[in-house]
């Protein structure tokens, strides 16, 4: 738990960073991104948890999680580009770059994770 505290904060901090930097390579909602991706991390760790517990389906909830947060991922990219299109580009990247540190994130805590069982 200590380690996802230090990632959140690292996160956290640099969104705000970047939110009072004028940059032409980060959106002005890249707060946003980061609180949404936040927000599912948070959200599927108490799935993974409970999954974890279940020896005869928490592969599959593990499984089914990950697609569901793909899934919402890019229903989020979709509103955002219907609602906004300001930028869209930029948005786009910026969310890819913050997803795949989640992702990489999530797999190494599901990995130790593992290595207990």
Known sequence: ?????IFYTFIISFGILMYFIDSTYF????L???MFNISLDVLFRTLYKNALL??????????????????LSFLFLFLFGLFSSEN?????????????????????????NLQHI
């Open 27 to 30: 959106h002005k909602y890249f």
């Open 88 to 112: 869209y580009l930029i948005f786009v990247s910026n969310f890819l770059i913050v997803f795949l540190l989640f992702v990489i994130f999530e797999i190494t805590i599901l990995l130790s």
């Open 1 to 5: 738990m200590k380690i996802s505290k």
């Open 32 to 34: 946003i991104i980061i």
């Open 54 to 71: 279940q020896k005869e389906k928490g592969v599959f909830i593990v499984l089914l999680s990950t697609v569901l947060r793909l899934v």
